[in-house]
């Protein structure tokens, strides 16, 4: 008899998630919340993270836009951490960017 599948549990998105982002993902993340913690909170440039994430998985900018390698805010928040991740506006010109602080 075939298992039946059930749909996934809120709770359980985030382990998946985790499941399938790579750990070079992860890696490169840890690197620059430690690299910009100020006592307070890490600010990490979005364009930043994806070089990084691209170099070490060898990989190109569009392919990790289309893996959703960089929505990780849920994997950081279920660790205890407080994430805001802002992106300009219309006529707006910053630099799209995480913010981690201390839950």
Not at 12 to 37: C, G, H, M, T, Y
Request: net charge neutral; glycine share 2%.
């Amino acid at each position: 008899m075939k298992n039946k599948t059930f749909p996934i549990k809120p709770e359980e998105v985030v382990a998946k998630r985790l499941a399938d982002i790579p750990e070079e993902v992860i890696q490169v993340f840890n690197e620059l919340i430690s690299q910009n913690w100020n006592g307070h909170s890490a600010t990490v440039d979005q364009s930043k993270a994806c070089k990084a994430i691209c170099k070490a998985l060898k990989i190109k900018s569009y392919e990790a836009y289309e893996r959703n390698l960089l929505d990780i805010e849920s994997l950081y928040e279920q660790s205890g951490w407080v994430v805001k991740y802002d992106k300009p506006g219309y006529n707006e010109s910053y630099e799209a960017h995480y913010v981690f602080k201390k839950r």
